[in-house]
């Protein structure tokens, strides 16, 4: 699954505010980018259909996104690791693994999952 910049960018703005209307996700990815609000609302449309936001109407006007993990956002996140990978190869790994930033045990811990399975996939191939 591939996502566009901006797609990444709301995804982040959704991830740091948890549930939040698209007012304070546009405001959100208002502060590191230039975009229309109308983009936003449509990126938060396209993600949903992606399965990875999920939205939730608390009134005919108030509609509430939030990060939806599941099956659709660990495939998305194990794609955008194997580009990564496939560009870099274990450079990348290697700060990814020691650069964790922001990350919590779980996400390094998924990591780490994704690096032995990848291990494992090239050892088959080789």
């Known amino acids: 699954m591939e996502l566009g910049e901006l797609e990444l960018a709301v995804l982040r703005a959704v991830r740091n505010l948890g549930p939040a209307t698209s007012g304070a996700i546009y405001a959100e990815v208002r502060k590191t980018r230039d975009v229309a609000y109308t983009s936003v609302t449509t990126t938060l449309y396209r993600l949903v259909d992606k399965d990875l936001i999920a939205m ?9 996104y939030r990060l939806k993990e599941g099956r659709a956002y660990r495939k998305a996140m194990a794609s955008m690791i194997d580009r990564v990978v496939d560009t870099f190869g274990g450079a990348a790994v290697s700060y990814l693994l020691g650069n964790p930033g922001s990350a919590i045990g779980a996400q390094i811990a998924d990591l780490k999952m994704q690096v032995d399975k990848r291990r494992a996939k090239e050892k088959r191939d080789a």
């Open 56 to 64: 939730r109407k608390a009134s005919e006007k108030k509609v509430y």
